[in-house]
């Protein structure tokens, strides 16, 4: 196993579990079962993406999702975070991935294009009020706030709307600067409101920006960068050089951002840890290749969505073996067979598979339940029912779509596959009773009709479809 050796997991300053809540947010009562087993594996911190789900008031309440958190239970959350020793950075977005306010019919005239809700106009005076309203009713909830992320990665399509195009007709005009302007505004209003907080932002839109544009900007007094990269490969070098050339800019301090779920695919259900482990091997690498007083501290990203209008990426709870491993890697400098049989017994694992997707065992961590089963699904209920359906003979060849519509059906094959069908229905409902069970427990129902609908339905369905046809095709025959 790859072992890291680093002088102290101190070198990583905070360790920040990201709660993206555009998607999937957990009941408050299951975070209060959540945050101790953070701290314990290493976790001092929350970086808390509040989306849609933070209680906006006034001419911002459109924004609340019809699930969104009350303020006593942002207060109980808060709360439950400085029992348990964890800082809270909110993250509210101020440029791009804005659907969740621009989708709106009241603010869809600030867009940056006019069919697209995913970028701000940052022409319009009115988005700026906008952002700094959002930014002060979420200020307001947190009490000793060190910093405020604003955001602001993937501004895609910035600098096509037509104020954009009239903007950059003159010359010394560019996207880049029209992109910092716009980041410095907003982070200058946090300063000259909230003194204490210093804003950190996403550096994508950065990273591409000449020294002599960056520098000039003045955004490195303002702010500071939080360098994403959630790849297993992740090139340190080049993020050496990077990391370089923004200490040349004048930006002193600076954040990394990895990634423990949510970056392997749009519609991923399970969690495949090796690919999360490595990703933060190659973190520990970077952290060891800089001086060690530019790093704030690391990010470890959960993400829920790719954007607000995406399917559900893997649930919290299936995530956590891998949030286990990560943090535990992060604090040890490296991953090792101590740390694994650490793992093993703060999730109550018997034996933890990093390479596979399967466990033997369901671990007795807050949600193991729902890891076991969404597992059990994805990796055995969903290929039975392809198997039997496409590749069992005598259904293929003795009940194919043109026997069933016509309620064909040869009496001796009934046996050879009427008590697999029987059988498989059986479980396929037992198990979606306790996994909707458990999903209730952690997630609101509408959080559980969207996982069920994308990954339990459509092959229950498929099954249930040729049940009610071979019961109509025997009940033909008699």
Same mark, same amino acid.
């Given at each position: 196993?790859?072992?890291?050796?680093?002088?102290?997991?101190?070198?990583?300053?905070?360790?920040?579990?990201?709660?993206?809540?555009?998607?999937? $947010?957990?009941?408050?009562?299951?975070?209060?079962?959540?945050?101790?087993?953070?701290?314990?594996?290493?976790?001092?911190?929350?970086?808390?993406?509040?989306?849609?789900?933070?209680?906006?008031?006034?001419? !911002?309440?459109?924004?609340?999702?019809?699930?969104?958190?009350?303020?006593?239970?942002?207060?109980?959350? !808060?709360?439950?975070? +400085?029992?348990?020793?964890?800082?809270?950075?909110?993250?509210?977005?101020?440029?791009?991935?804005?659907?969740?306010?621009?989708?709106?019919?009241?603010?869809?005239?600030?867009?940056?294009?006019?069919?697209?809700?995913?970028?701000?106009?940052?022409?319009?005076?009115?988005?700026?009020?906008?952002?700094?309203?959002?930014?002060?009713?979420?200020?307001?909830?947190?009490?000793?706030?060190?910093?405020?992320?604003?955001?602001?990665?993937?501004?895609?399509?910035?600098?096509?709307?037509?104020?954009?195009?009239?903007?950059?007709?003159?010359?010394?005009?560019?996207?880049?600067?029209?992109?910092?302007?716009?980041?410095?505004?907003?982070?200058?209003?946090?300063?000259?409101?909230?003194?204490?907080?210093?804003?950190?932002?996403?550096?994508?839109?950065?990273?591409?920006?000449?020294?002599?544009?960056? =520098?000039?900007?003045?955004?490195?007094?303002?702010?500071? $960068?939080?360098?994403?990269?959630?790849?297993?490969?992740?090139?340190?070098?080049?993020?050496?050089?990077?990391? &370089?050339?923004?200490?040349?800019?004048?930006? $002193?301090?600076?954040?990394?951002?990895?990634?423990?779920?949510?970056?392997?695919?749009?519609?991923?259900?399970? =969690?495949?840890?090796?690919?999360?482990?490595?990703?933060?091997?190659?973190?520990? +690498?970077?952290?060891?290749?800089?001086?060690?007083?530019?790093?704030?501290?690391?990010? %470890?990203?959960?993400?829920?969505?790719?954007?607000?209008?995406?399917?559900?990426?893997?649930?919290?709870?299936?995530?956590?073996?891998?949030?286990?491993?990560?943090?535990?890697?992060?604090?040890?400098?490296?991953?090792?067979?101590?740390?694994?049989?650490?793992? &093993?017994?703060?999730?109550?694992?018997?034996?933890?598979?990093?390479?596979?997707?399967?466990?033997?065992?369901?671990?007795?961590?807050?949600?193991?339940?729902?890891?076991?089963?969404?597992?059990?699904?994805?990796?055995?209920? +969903?290929?039975?029912?392809?198997?039997?359906?496409?590749?069992?003979?005598?259904?293929?060849?003795?009940?194919?779509?043109?026997?069933? +519509?016509?309620?064909?059906?040869?009496?001796?094959?009934?046996?050879?596959?009427?008590?697999?069908?029987?059988?498989?229905?059986?479980?396929?409902?037992?198990?979606?009773?306790? %996994?909707?069970?458990?999903?209730?427990?952690?997630?609101?129902?509408?959080?559980?009709?969207?996982?069920? &609908?994308?990954?339990?339905?459509?092959?229950?369905?498929?099954?249930?479809?040729?049940?009610?046809?071979?019961?109509?095709?025997?009940?033909?025959?008699?």
């Amino acid at each position: 196993m790859e072992e890291n050796k680093m002088t102290s997991s101190s070198h990583c300053g905070l360790h920040l579990v990201h709660l993206d809540l555009k998607g999937a $947010p957990p009941k408050v009562s299951y975070l209060a079962e959540l945050f101790p087993l953070f701290r314990t594996l290493g976790a001092n911190g929350l970086l808390i993406e509040y989306e849609d789900m933070f209680p906006y008031e006034g001419e !911002l309440k459109p924004l609340r999702a019809e699930h969104a958190y009350s303020a006593t239970e942002i207060k109980e959350i !808060l709360n439950l975070a +400085k029992l348990h020793e964890l800082e809270v950075i909110p993250l509210v977005q101020t440029f791009g991935h804005m659907e969740f306010v621009l989708k709106h019919p009241e603010f869809s005239h600030l867009r940056e294009v006019e069919m697209f809700p995913n970028a701000l106009n940052p022409h319009k005076e009115e988005s700026l009020v906008l952002v700094n309203a959002m930014i002060n009713q979420v200020v307001a909830m947190h009490d000793g706030l060190r910093w405020f992320h604003i955001g602001s990665d993937e501004v895609y399509y910035l600098g096509e709307g037509e104020e954009s195009k009239h903007w950059l007709q003159r010359k010394e005009n560019s996207t880049e600067k029209l992109c910092l302007a716009h980041m410095k505004a907003v982070a200058n209003y946090v300063i000259s409101s909230h003194p204490a907080v210093k804003p950190i932002v996403w550096d994508d839109m950065l990273r591409g920006v000449s020294e002599e544009t960056l =520098t000039e900007s003045g955004v490195a007094q303002l702010m500071e $960068p939080m360098i994403w990269d959630y790849a297993p490969d992740l090139d340190v070098d080049s993020k050496v050089l990077l990391i &370089e050339k923004y200490q040349r800019c004048g930006f $002193p301090k600076l954040w990394f951002a990895s990634a423990f779920k949510g970056a392997t695919g749009v519609n991923q259900s399970l =969690t495949l840890i090796d690919h999360h482990l490595k990703n933060h091997l190659q973190w520990l +690498k970077v952290a060891n290749s800089i001086p060690a007083d530019m790093l704030q501290g690391i990010a %470890l990203t959960g993400w829920q969505r790719y954007d607000h209008f995406s399917v559900l990426c893997e649930l919290l709870p299936v995530g956590i073996p891998s949030l286990a491993v990560c943090l535990q890697a992060l604090q040890n400098g490296g991953y090792s067979e101590k740390v694994k049989e650490n793992v &093993e017994k703060q999730l109550g694992l018997s034996n933890l598979e990093i390479d596979t997707f399967t466990s033997d065992s369901s671990g007795s961590f807050p949600g193991s339940d729902i890891f076991t089963l969404v597992t059990q699904v994805c990796f055995y209920l +969903k290929p039975s029912v392809d198997e039997l359906l496409e590749r069992n003979r005598y259904v293929t060849g003795w009940f194919s779509p043109y026997h069933r +519509k016509r309620k064909i059906l040869h009496p001796i094959m009934i046996h050879h596959f009427q008590p697999d069908v029987l059988s498989l229905l059986a479980k396929w409902n037992a198990v979606m009773q306790e %996994l909707q069970a458990a999903l209730e427990r952690v997630f609101s129902m509408c959080t559980v009709e969207e996982w069920m &609908e994308e990954n339990v339905h459509p092959s229950l369905y498929k099954l249930q479809i040729v049940g009610d046809d071979l019961n109509k095709a025997i009940q033909a025959q008699s």
